[in-house]
């Protein structure tokens, strides 16, 4: 799955989940993900369902989106202009299995943050 030995060493060959987790796995495209799934949303409607990520990183956070194919952007040639983003068929893909990390992070959080003060606490 992405180590290849090679003369009794090792060597990183493209590796898909490394790939499209570091992709996705920053603080906020998740978020933007999941914040599409219900339908289109124009860009200002996006950052408030978001809430405190600023349009500076929205705007390279759909911009990464939409270079990988979950998110699609249309210009409408209308004065003001309109932008719609939305959700592919890849991007809604890429929902059903978040939905378990999501689902697991909700059920486990509290238990990581217990395991972190321990680790703290003994490091002391």
């Given amino acids: 799955m992405g180590l290849d030995a090679v003369d009794g060493e090792f060597s990183f060959s493209p590796c898909p989940i490394r790939d499209v987790l570091d992709r996705i796995g920053d603080q906020w495209s998740l978020l933007v993900l999941e ?68 689902s697991w992070a909700d059920n486990n959080h509290d238990a990581v943050c217990a395991a972190r003060r321990v680790y703290r606490e003994t490091i002391v």
């Fill in 35 to 102: 914040a599409l799934e219900p339908g289109t949303l124009r860009f200002n409607a996006l950052k408030r369902r978001i809430g405190d990520i600023s349009q500076h990183m929205l705007a390279r956070t759909l911009k990464r989106l939409e270079q990988d194919g979950f998110v699609s952007r249309t210009l409408y040639p209308v004065i003001p202009p309109r932008v719609d983003y939305a959700l592919t068929p890849l991007g809604h893909s890429l929902l059903i299995p978040l939905r378990s990390l999501i």
